[in-house]
Nanobody, 128 residues
Framework: QVHLVESGGGLVQPGGSLTLSCAVSGASVDLSAMGWFRQAPGKEREGVSCISSSDGSIKYADSVKGRFTISRDNAKNTLDLHMNSLKPEDTGIYYC?????????????????????WGQGTQVTVSS
């Protein structure tokens, strides 16, 4: 069984930085297709950044390119999201997701439904 637990969310001022971590049990982050999704109030869930296994290809949403960095920490078996230059529009609940199917491996972040396991989410609020 795969279990995901997000942490690191909180309140941060615009322009600040925050790092989210997803602790994974029951699978190796190095061998999995995983990603970070977020949902703002009144909006649909969107893919923020996803990474595949094998070649390790990475996908970023246009809105976060140049500001966010996704990475695996194989020693700790976590998936991390480093967020810089945060904006109020980054506010939302951030979810960690896991998949083993081919679609998620070949087209990371393309479809949320291709990710079978999800964490409970962690709240990120960017406000002055």
């Amino acid at each position: 069984q795969v279990h995901l637990v997000e942490s690191g969310g909180g309140l941060v001022q615009p322009g600040g930085s925050l790092t989210l971590s997803c602790a994974v049990s029951g699978a190796s982050v190095d061998l999995s297709a995983m990603g970070w999704f977020r949902q703002a109030p009144g909006k649909e869930r969107e893919g923020v950044s996803c990474i595949s296994s094998s070649d390790g290809s990475i996908k970023y949403a246009d809105s976060v390119k140049g500001r966010f960095t996704i990475s695996r920490d194989n020693a700790k078996n976590t998936l991390d999201l480093h967020m810089n230059s945060l904006k109020p529009e980054d506010t939302g609940i951030y979810y960690c997701a896991f998949a083993t199917n081919l679609l998620a491996q070949l087209r990371p972040c393309s479809l949320g439904s291709s990710y079978a396991e999800w964490g409970q989410g962690t709240q990120v609020t960017v406000s002055s």
